[in-house]
């Protein structure tokens, strides 16, 4: 059986169940901690999960993205203003996706992620959400700019290739439709 990842997709949905679950992890968080560190906490936590699927995705060891997630982490807890942590989250976020996980030198790939900074964090910054479900709508425009990363690089699904969960035909079908597929 072959399964098969969509990151788009994948990116998407997250970023819904993260917009949903925004309002229950900030009441939570906010019996244990009081003022911007709550929802930077929360923002981290989604970062952290993102990370984790990045990771996945690439087949890289998760404990890779492990020094840039500590810094975030006390970043989120060091740093008063919500604005500033999320900027700060969307640099990391870019050093984990292409600094770690799909890291292919290429200058595009800069000026894509800066981009992708720059729509994602430009709302947040200039219009701060002032009530939660106005955080919730910004996270999910979030995770739906964010996919458009691999809109632009990944468009195809991610197959496994380790060669004991395919088959070989299709290991070699897939070669060939590559071969075929070249300009």
Same mark, same amino acid.
């Not at 399964?3 to 900030?26: D, E, V």
């Not at 900027?87 to 800066?114: A, H, N, Q, T």
């Not at 720059?118 to 996919?147: E, K, Y």
């Given at each position: %059986?072959?399964?098969?990842?969509?990151?788009?997709?994948?990116? $998407?949905?997250?970023?819904?169940? #993260?917009? @949903?679950?925004?309002?229950?992890? +900030?009441?939570?968080? +906010?019996?244990?901690?009081? &003022?911007?560190?709550?929802?930077?906490?929360?923002?981290?936590?989604?970062?952290?999960?993102?990370? @984790?699927?990045?990771?996945?995705?690439? =087949? =890289?060891?998760?404990?890779?993205?492990?020094?840039?997630?500590?810094?975030?982490?006390? %970043?989120?807890?060091?740093?008063?203003? $919500?604005?500033?942590?999320?900027?700060?989250?969307?640099?990391?976020?870019?050093?984990?996706?292409?600094?770690? #996980?799909?890291? =292919?030198? #290429?200058?595009? =790939? %800069?000026?894509?992620?800066?981009?992708?900074?720059? /729509?994602?964090?430009?709302?947040?910054?200039?219009?701060?959400?002032?009530? !939660?479900?106005?955080?919730?709508? &910004?996270?999910?425009?979030? /995770?739906? $700019?964010?996919?458009?990363?691999?809109?632009?690089?990944? +468009?195809?699904?991610?197959?496994?290739?380790?060669?004991? *969960?395919?088959?070989?035909?299709?290991?070699?079908?897939?070669? !060939? *439709?590559? $071969?075929?597929? *070249?300009?």
């Amino acid at each position: %059986m072959i399964i098969s990842q969509h990151p788009i997709r994948t990116t $998407i949905f997250f970023g819904l169940i #993260c917009a @949903l679950s925004f309002i229950p992890a +900030n009441l939570a968080l +906010n019996y244990v901690l009081q &003022g911007p560190s709550v929802i930077n906490l929360t923002l981290w936590l989604y970062a952290a999960g993102y990370s @984790l699927l990045l990771s996945h995705w690439s =087949k =890289k060891p998760i404990l890779s993205s492990g020094f840039p997630l500590l810094l975030l982490f006390v %970043m989120s807890i060091l740093v008063d203003s $919500i604005a500033a942590f999320y900027l700060l989250s969307l640099v990391v976020i870019s050093w984990i996706r292409s600094g770690i #996980c799909f890291r =292919k030198p #290429c200058g595009v =790939k %800069m000026l894509v992620e800066l981009l992708l900074c720059v /729509f994602s964090g430009t709302p947040a910054a200039v219009f701060t959400p002032g009530s !939660a479900f106005a955080w919730v709508l &910004g996270i999910w425009m979030f /995770f739906l $700019i964010q996919s458009l990363y691999f809109v632009i690089f990944e +468009n195809r699904a991610i197959l496994p290739e380790d060669q004991y *969960e395919t088959d070989p035909f299709e290991r070699v079908s897939r070669q !060939a *439709e590559a $071969i075929l597929s *070249e300009p």
